[in-house]
């Protein structure tokens, strides 16, 4: 069964920095894609980073230059990170970690989000105070 578990969210204050962590079990490392993923109260879940199989990532226009996506696989376990930096207002939402082996490609993940085969994290909360 595919699990995430995120950690890391908290409140800083505008041009600071946090990394998000996302513990990542019973996917397939060598399928998977996987992201984050953010969602401000009364609006749809939005792609922010994603990484596929192959290392390749995509990011929205809003956070390039801002925000890097990386993991790290062990055999049974991948640990997918979000370094964010110089940090908005406009930033805050509660992130989520997600992943789906049946979209292969981290532009498709972005843009697409997870299907019915995905999987969801439960969210970490990240506030920015200006």
């Known amino acids: 069964q595919e699990q995430l578990f995120e950690s890391g969210g908290g409140s800083v204050e505008a041009g600071g920095s946090l990394k998000l962590s996302c513990k990542v079990i019973?996917?397939?490392?060598?399928?998977?894609?996987l992201g984050w993923f953010r969602q401000f109260p009364g609006k749809r879940r939005e792609g922010v980073a994603t990484?596929?199989?192959?290392?390749?990532?995509?990011?929205a226009d809003s956070v390039k230059g801002r925000v890097t996506i990386s993991k790290e696989s062990t055999e049974r376990l991948i640990n997918v990170y979000l370094q964010m930096d110089n940090l908005k207002p406009e930033d805050t939402a509660m992130y989520y970690c997600?992943?789906?082996?049946?979209?292969?490609?981290?532009?498709?993940?972005?843009?697409?989000?997870?299907?019915?085969?995905?999987?969801w994290g439960q969210g970490t909360q990240v506030t920015v105070s200006p």
């Open positions: 997600a992943g789906d082996s049946g979209l292969t490609r981290a532009r498709e993940l972005l843009v697409l989000s997870p299907g019915p085969g995905g999987a």
């Open positions: 990484i596929d199989s192959d290392g390749n990532t995509a990011y």
């Open positions: 019973g996917f397939r490392r060598d399928v998977v894609s």
